[in-house]
């Protein structure tokens, strides 16, 4: 197991019969790491591939801990039980090697197989497959080395960021999935009922006036995000998160898009502006970037980018080592660059008159940002590799929870801005988006109205502001979309398990 | 904040410019513990309470840091703008307090209103309201300090579970909400759509032919547990864990169950037997108990009970201070009794014989254990605090997914058992389950045809034995449970921010 640098997480001891044993078994990383030779060492993985010679064979022994097999070496006898995949127990002696490359391998005297492996039909098959075709095996797909080292990647991340939090004094919540709002006030959502039996839904046939009757009494739908019920639990304890599942039906079919993701999501009270709000981020990723940049997971992930795929996606070029290593500097420097809406509209005006870029779409400061537009601000006010806050939009733009900006630096004057942010990062753009949200009940209502958003299920939300109100900010974040940041990933198919998207939703 | 003693979390330091001190502002609980006058110090906190004298006036201030409000003392002419619940900044020097309730007080300089506050139509009052009331309005509830308390440990049991599986090289993962397989092969499910608009929905007038088309091509649900896809990922890196949300459309009205709840999952690889699993459980929750034994969230949370409301909820009494310590020491302690459900039958039939207990249900094999069984299990087993697993139930009482026993304690040889446990607690019964999982693809099979579990939807589940199987096992336990069970609350619908059920599903 890598430990979290400097994050102060140490092993746990306690107590316990010799019995209970099982937490205490060495897995492959740590043999790796063992240089001692060791008479009775037990090894429990699987087949990653074999080779056989005359006189003696080898396997490679991986368990999902490390990048690296273990070399297990065997009698060509021994070896032909063994198939590529099967699981298998293997004791023998831990010794220095004979082959330059590995410094250790397995003298195997006894090999126990562990269960059925049936290699010829196993849709995973240990040579190059695509990843179009690996996403149709998720069930299979996290056996490949490098798609274990992303489930591991999400977990230290994990890790790092409940350390982050709880060390900040934020209090870490479980906002409801299913929900009566619809946040955004747009987008599409899931609805959810129960009325219908299951058996009645798969033929099809609907129950008549199924659609009447609700589990609920009124319909739900599945929660788009968190920000409104964390904005509750934040008038509570003032500093709160959450890392929740999130859904939306839109029929997407993008790499940055599922149906079903996860959105790390954060609220503070008493605090003045957008400014405090960034720097929460900033110090949260620094925290993140700081952890790859020092552990041996970090280590595994650049090794894993050595030799970086071609075309591996839709033309797109799978990222190097270097690249990677870039991303995480930038992360874990933090003095990120601030720009305004306006300021960055203007850079990329300035920049068609010079002659500097050419956009398919002019920039305006009606028509938002485009994808192109925020390429060239990472590219030019981020120096092609650090994270750029850009703030202040217009609130035409925006939903109707955020802030009006403090001081406006809307120079065109046809329209307010608000007191927002997005980060954006280098080639995946848009990574966190945050504002300051509208804590006065009159404006808030004003804001519902003018963009034609259903006060009737947010009445709750109206009292927020009605009763011990305070001015507060928030964000949310891709969660997906970072691990693919810091991975090197190009689609958030490929970082999450079992991905949804629009027709896709298999095992 | 509290520290949480023993699992080495350290505050990060970072090197930030001075303008980002929004996380380096002291909360009240770190107030509170201060010892030193500070002239120029700042309160941040809502209104809980005033008491207008003469010639002084005392508010008490709180922002869910802590139970204890902070006493500020202002001039009774400063202390007119104030009203309950309102939001405050409040300036001056915090100084030895000549009343004797603290030992500090903050001799209020300036004050500065931060928001509305209509404090007279507040649903909230600061009086007694029935916890059934408080359900009404969750998006108000956790302002009251013993509901704050709730939402901190809620964080800090998860901070505590997250540091105990990493430390012992468990990955985390994020098991899909949206599934085609219903796990238990039994139980309502809810059903997820997003074929007919929102409006549509809305007006209880679904589109011709709504159910044909489906957003994944086929009808989903929500997950009722995420095992079987842990299973999965258990082949990819060992061990794993989860805490996600789950879902039951079941109509039950009962203290214990939600339509919506979280499920803590682990999986484990390369063992032997459900003893494995119950020593990760057991280390496991001794983590926690020992964390709440030791921090001052602990403390608070006694405190919390020093005076329990008798008759609080239906006619049962709280918790008090006494029992919460005695849950929290045998849970730390471990070595739990673990007894066969063979013998826990006989036992119970035992003591119905020699006039030690009357059940209203007859103890028999076939039957299962009943609530008033597990109760008395525990009160003779448990010696009334101890958790107790009772094992090797029958396979006839069991999902599809278990493996048979290793040695069968069936002595009266009608039927087999299989290698499972429940975990059972006094007052609350049932808090984890478990098992080892059948690993052989055509006993697997078998089973699914047995139990009429249909296995189109499971084919991926199929694979898993057929490709690299291995001996597994795995647990889950019902967080919100814990949370009651630990915390002393007797209702789930009072430890979930915003809980969902039959018909209720509000903010």
Not at 96 to 119: F, M, P, Y
Not at 340 to 368: N, R
Request: glycine share 8%; with cysteine; net charge negative.
């Amino acid at each position: 197991m890598d430990a979290v640098v400097g994050f102060g997480f140490t092993r746990v001891t306690y107590s316990v019969p010799a019995s209970r044993a099982i937490l205490e078994r060495a897995n492959i990383a740590e043999l790796l790491a063992q240089d001692e030779e060791t008479k009775d060492a037990d090894v429990y993985g699987w087949v990653r591939s074999l080779r056989k010679q005359k006189k003696i064979a080898f396997a490679a022994i991986g368990d999902g801990s490390t990048l690296d097999p273990l070399q297990a070496v065997l009698k060509p006898g021994d070896a032909a039980q063994l198939s590529t995949g099967v699981a298998v127990k293997l004791s023998g002696t831990w010794q220095a090697s004979l082959g330059g490359k590995q410094s250790h391998e397995l003298q195997v005297e006894t090999i126990k197989l562990l269960g059925e492996n049936d290699a010829e039909h196993n849709p995973l098959q240990p040579k190059y497959q695509t990843p179009e075709y690996l996403r149709t095996i998720p069930h299979l797909r996290p056996r490949i080395p490098a798609n274990a080292l992303l489930l591991r990647l999400r977990s230290q991340v994990i890790a790092v960021l409940t350390q982050f939090f709880f060390s900040e004094g934020f209090v870490q919540t479980h906002t409801p999935i299913l929900t009566s709002s619809d946040c955004e006030g747009a987008g599409e959502v899931f609805t959810v009922s129960s009325n219908a039996t299951k058996d009645s839904v798969q033929t099809a046939k609907p129950e008549k006036d199924a659609q009447v009757e609700h589990f609920f009494r009124t319909p739900k739908y599945l929660t788009v995000s968190a920000q409104l019920h964390l904005e509750a639990l934040a008038q509570s304890v003032d500093k709160v998160w959450t890392l929740s599942p999130t859904f939306r039906a839109e029929k997407s079919d993008t790499p940055r898009h599922l149906s079903e993701f996860y959105m790390l999501e954060a609220e503070l009270c008493f605090i003045e502006g957008i400014e405090d709000v960034m720097s929460v981020i900033e110090k949260m990723l620094m925290a993140v970037a700081h952890t790859l940049g020092t552990s041996p997971l970090g280590a595994e992930l650049l090794r894993a980018r050595e030799t970086p795929a071609k075309n591996a996606e839709g033309g797109e070029d799978e990222v190097g080592a270097s690249v990677l290593m870039r991303r995480w500097a930038a992360m874990a420097t933090g003095g990120w660059p601030r720009i305004t809406y306006h300021e960055a509209i203007e850079l990329l005006q300035q920049a068609t008159v010079d002659g500097k870029a050419s956009f398919t779409f002019a920039p305006t400061f009606e028509k938002g940002l485009q994808a192109e537009h925020e390429r060239y601000i990472a590219a030019t006010v981020g120096e092609g590799w650090r994270p750029v806050f850009v703030t202040d939009y217009p609130s035409a733009q925006k939903p109707f929870y955020m802030s009006p900006s403090l001081s406006t630096t809307n120079s065109s004057g046809t329209e307010g801005t608000v007191a927002c942010f997005d980060l954006l990062v280098p080639d995946l753009c848009e990574l966190v988006g945050g504002s300051m949200r509208e804590h006065r009940s009159a404006e808030l209502l004003q804001a519902m109205e003018a963009k034609g958003v259903a006060s009737g299920s947010l009445d709750w939300y109206q009292d927020l502001r009605k009763y011990g109100s305070v001015s507060h900010g928030g964000f949310g974040l891709g969660f997906d979309r970072l691990l693919c940041y810091l991975s090197g990933v190009n689609s958030v198919r490929d970082v999450v398990a079992f991905p949804r998207w629009h027709g896709r939703c298999d095992c």
